[in-house]
């Protein structure tokens, strides 16, 4: 054997996996991202963007247009300029963002544990449903991004070469994740946790690494008007509130079925530990810091709690997407000091046919959701005379449905808000504050009060559930409302998807008494 053939074939070996990860991830996002219905939430960051300036997108999001910060949006604007306003480009920001993660986890298993691991760790964090934000249009695909790409890029400095770019590397990606989603606050806790880990254990202080703490925090200052403004506006009928149910259902909802195996490999790896000598001492190959750093991470929904129960007052599973990147770095890691290589082969072999299997899972789930959208929207269209208005009481609804609908359906659309008769009847007004920030040039569609949008004696469709606010003040304003005859089960169709519509959502004719 030629001298460095080994090296040879290591490197051949690292550039497959990565190629070979790369291939997967990009052809499921990229396919899925095609196939999936843009939904409310999405066209919110769709229109935001187009403001075509960062002033136009900063006015937009000071008046409440959406609760998240510039950087999402900012994005989507340079990618459907470049690309033009199609699914795949308005989601092309998330496809990044979780590549980026993706990214984060190879360095950092990678520099532990070898390539092999780092291509089965990848794929582990395909099968939770942090994978399934690479194809939706809003923050938290960025979020995830940008905090585990600051982890590698503060494992990076522990070599100590080219620590000055790697200082700056992490200042930017903090600053990014902060400018995605306020909850990017979070990624500064793992770094600051093993550095001071570091600095304890080598008594003298990295001034580098805190000055890009400092730096990377500086976007918040900023952004201070738009959080009080956020949480003013959307806070006191927010329908994700902070509750203990959220820290569980980050577990074992947002990480999905990778909790329990990685919590097995856990198992096996004290269990292994437990039976060594008392005196045999084996040091890991994984510095203590970076270990602090990977702990902190996985406590990720616990931090974010106490954010959102100390002040922020809103959260959801979603903001603490990180945490899926953790267990997946966690597993690999463990998994190298439990189990020999063809062990590896076989849980990245079987983590292979999972990331599959799911996606296929998706893919027909996603079919189901575009022919129930689309069902409803022609019966919309075929309900509705020429100039006739529709009235629409579904905020999930209304985008989605002017963006794919005829332009007869266009022009009679109308979205009335009543926040008085909303709060008495209904907990969330989400979706209404967004639509209601936006009404005047941020959303295509016509937004106002009830009074300027319905007259006594006209006739009306009517697109909504039976017992919502704008049902009830139909009624109360002595119009009768027919059912067509035909509606559409949204409720099967949420899955690991937000839907786009409520599952109460139908077509209605709405006719004076």
Same mark, same amino acid.
């Given at each position: 054997?030629?001298?460095?053939?080994?090296?040879?074939?290591?490197?051949?070996?690292?550039?497959?996996?990565?190629?070979?990860?790369?291939?997967?991830?990009?052809?499921?996002?990229?396919?899925?991202?095609?196939?999936?219905?843009?939904?409310?939430?999405?066209?919110?960051?769709?229109?935001?963007?187009?403001?075509?300036?960062?002033?136009?997108?900063?006015?937009?999001?000071?008046?409440?247009?959406?609760?998240?910060?510039?950087?999402?949006?900012?994005?989507?604007?340079?990618?459907?300029?470049?690309?033009?306003?199609?699914?795949?480009?308005?989601?092309?920001?998330?496809?990044?963002?979780?590549?980026?993660?993706?990214?984060?986890?190879?360095?950092?298993?990678?520099?532990?544990?070898?390539?092999?691991?780092?291509?089965?760790?990848?794929?582990?964090?395909?099968?939770?449903?942090?994978?399934?934000?690479?194809?939706?249009?809003?923050?938290?695909?960025?979020?995830?991004?940008?905090?585990?790409?600051?982890?590698?890029?503060?494992?990076?400095?522990?070599?100590?070469?080219?620590?000055?770019?790697?200082?700056?590397?992490?200042?930017?990606?903090?600053?990014?994740?902060?400018?995605?989603?306020?909850?990017?606050?979070?990624?500064?806790?793992?770094?600051?946790?093993?550095?001071?880990?570091?600095?304890?254990?080598?008594?003298?202080?990295?001034?580098?690494?805190?000055?890009?703490?400092?730096?990377?925090?500086?976007?918040?200052?900023?952004?201070?008007?738009?959080?009080?403004?956020?949480?003013?506006?959307?806070?006191?009928?927010?329908?994700?509130?902070?509750?203990?149910?959220?820290?569980?259902?980050?577990?074992?909802?947002?990480?999905?079925?990778?909790?329990?195996?990685?919590?097995?490999?856990?198992?096996?790896?004290?269990?292994?530990?437990?039976?060594?000598?008392?005196?045999?001492?084996?040091?890991?190959?994984?510095?203590?810091?970076?270990?602090?750093?990977?702990?902190?991470?996985?406590?990720?929904?616990?931090?974010?709690?106490?954010?959102?129960?100390?002040?922020?007052?809103?959260?959801?599973?979603?903001?603490?997407?990180?945490?899926?990147?953790?267990?997946?770095?966690?597993?690999?890691?463990?998994?190298?000091?439990?189990?020999?290589?063809?062990?590896?082969?076989?849980?990245?072999?079987?983590?292979?046919?999972?990331?599959?299997?799911?996606?296929?899972?998706?893919?027909?789930?996603?079919?189901?959701?575009?022919?129930?959208?689309?069902?409803?929207?022609?019966?919309?269209?075929?309900?509705?005379?020429?100039?006739?208005?529709?009235?629409?009481?579904?905020?999930?609804?209304?985008?989605?449905?002017?963006?794919?609908?005829?332009?007869?359906?266009?022009?009679?659309?109308?979205?009335?808000?009543?926040?008085?008769?909303?709060?008495?009847?209904?907990?969330?007004?989400? +979706?209404? %504050?967004?639509? &209601? #920030? @936006?009404?005047? =040039? /941020? *959303?295509?569609?016509?937004?106002?009060?009830?009074?300027?949008?319905?007259?006594?004696?006209?006739?009306?469709?009517?697109?909504?559930?039976?017992?919502?606010?704008?049902?009830?003040?139909?009624?109360?304003?002595?119009?009768?409302?027919?059912?067509? +005859?035909? %509606?559409?089960? &949204? #409720? @099967?169709?949420? =899955? /690991? *998807?937000?839907?786009?519509?409520?599952?109460?959502?139908?077509?209605?004719?709405?006719?004076?008494?």
């Amino acid at each position: 054997m030629q001298p460095g053939t080994n090296d040879v074939e290591r490197k051949r070996e690292r550039w497959l996996l990565a190629f070979g990860i790369a291939f997967i991830f990009l052809s499921i996002s990229l396919t899925l991202g095609h196939f999936k219905v843009l939904w409310g939430d999405e066209f919110v960051t769709y229109w935001v963007g187009q403001q075509g300036s960062f002033t136009g997108i900063w006015a937009a999001l000071k008046s409440g247009a959406d609760p998240n910060p510039p950087l999402m949006h900012v994005l989507s604007w340079w990618s459907t300029k470049a690309f033009g306003s199609v699914a795949t480009a308005i989601r092309l920001p998330s496809v990044f963002g979780v590549g980026l993660a993706l990214a984060g986890v190879w360095s950092i298993v990678r520099r532990y544990a070898g390539p092999l691991l780092a291509a089965a760790a990848c794929l582990a964090l395909m099968t939770s449903r942090g994978f399934d934000y690479s194809y939706d249009a809003r923050s938290y695909g960025l979020l995830m991004g940008f905090a585990i790409a600051a982890l590698a890029c503060w494992v990076k400095t522990l070599d100590g070469k080219r620590q000055g770019f790697w200082f700056v590397a992490l200042a930017v990606m903090l600053a990014c994740d902060l400018s995605s989603n306020y909850y990017g606050v979070m990624a500064f806790f793992p770094v600051a946790a093993g550095e001071l880990l570091w600095t304890r254990r080598e008594k003298r202080l990295r001034l580098g690494v805190w000055a890009a703490l400092l730096a990377g925090a500086l976007p918040l200052l900023p952004y201070l008007t738009l959080i009080r403004g956020n949480i003013a506006e959307f806070g006191p009928h927010a329908w994700n509130k902070p509750a203990a149910g959220m820290i569980a259902e980050s577990y074992f909802v947002l990480v999905e079925g990778l909790f329990w195996p990685v919590a097995i490999v856990a198992a096996v790896w004290l269990w292994k530990r437990r039976r060594q000598k008392p005196n045999s001492v084996q040091r890991s190959a994984i510095p203590a810091e970076v270990r602090a750093a990977l702990w902190v991470l996985m406590l990720y929904p616990f931090l974010g709690f106490a954010i959102a129960y100390g002040g922020a007052g809103m959260i959801s599973a979603r903001c603490v997407i990180p945490v899926c990147a953790a267990f997946a770095i966690v597993g690999a890691l463990l998994l190298s000091q439990v189990a020999g290589r063809k062990v590896v082969l076989g849980v990245a072999a079987f983590l292979l046919v999972w990331v599959l299997a799911r996606s296929a899972a998706c893919a027909m789930l996603l079919r189901d959701q575009r022919q129930a959208f689309f069902h409803l929207r022609n019966e919309v269209d075929q309900a509705m005379a020429p100039g006739e208005k529709l009235l629409v009481g579904d905020s999930l609804m209304v985008m989605p449905l002017w963006w794919y609908a005829s332009p007869n359906v266009r022009a009679g659309l109308r979205f009335p808000i009543d926040f008085a008769a909303i709060h008495r009847m209904e907990s969330d007004d989400s +979706g209404e %504050q967004n639509l &209601w #920030g @936006g009404r005047h =040039g /941020v *959303f295509p569609v016509p937004i106002d009060k009830p009074n300027t949008m319905i007259e006594p004696q006209e006739e009306y469709i009517y697109l909504g559930g039976q017992e919502g606010w704008l049902a009830k003040e139909l009624t109360d304003r002595n119009f009768v409302l027919v059912p067509d +005859g035909t %509606q559409v089960n &949204w #409720g @099967g169709l949420g =899955g /690991v *998807f937000t839907p786009l519509a409520h599952p109460t959502t139908r077509v209605w004719f709405v006719r004076p008494r």
